[in-house]
């Protein structure tokens, strides 16, 4: 038999962590290290419309800051499926192992599944979950 009574703070572990490291991702690497003109350029050198380094740095700033907070997780965490799955594409040149030379897509398709996985298990304990936030319960994934 499984004792359920921490899943909610996994749950939370899971959710902060990544929220976390999309914040860092997105803001401190893309936009603090890097800037946005240099996170551009290098996407258009990639071959991208230089507007997506802007995009996908905005989005993984946003994902993160709602991941942290609670909000519309399980949306949040299918929405950067498209960027994840981007990386993996652009990654999967240079082999599965993420140490390789460019990186290979190990790392993006981890995250997938993580991304995922948070997908179904909602928010967890502590969220800012829209619902509670209207005063209904909030959402709960149900046994089979």
Do not use: C
């Amino acid at each position: 038999m499984n004792d359920t009574r921490l899943a909610p703070y996994a749950t939370l572990l899971l959710r902060l962590g990544l929220g976390i490291l999309f914040l860092a991702h997105g803001f401190y690497m893309k936009v603090l290290t890097f800037g946005l003109a240099g996170t551009m350029g290098y996407f258009g050198s990639l071959g991208y419309p230089p507007v997506f380094g802007a995009i996908v740095a905005l989005a993984e700033t946003a994902a993160g800051i709602a991941l942290i907070l609670g909000l519309w997780v399980p949306l949040v965490s299918l929405l950067t499926l498209p960027i994840l799955v981007g990386a993996a594409l652009q990654h999967g040149g240079n082999g599965w192992v993420f140490s390789n030379n460019g990186g290979g897509w190990e790392f993006p398709v981890f995250w997938i599944l993580l991304m995922l996985v948070q997908a179904g298990l909602g928010a967890g304990a502590h969220a800012l979950d829209i619902r509670r936030l209207l005063g209904r319960p909030a959402a709960t994934a149900q046994a089979a």
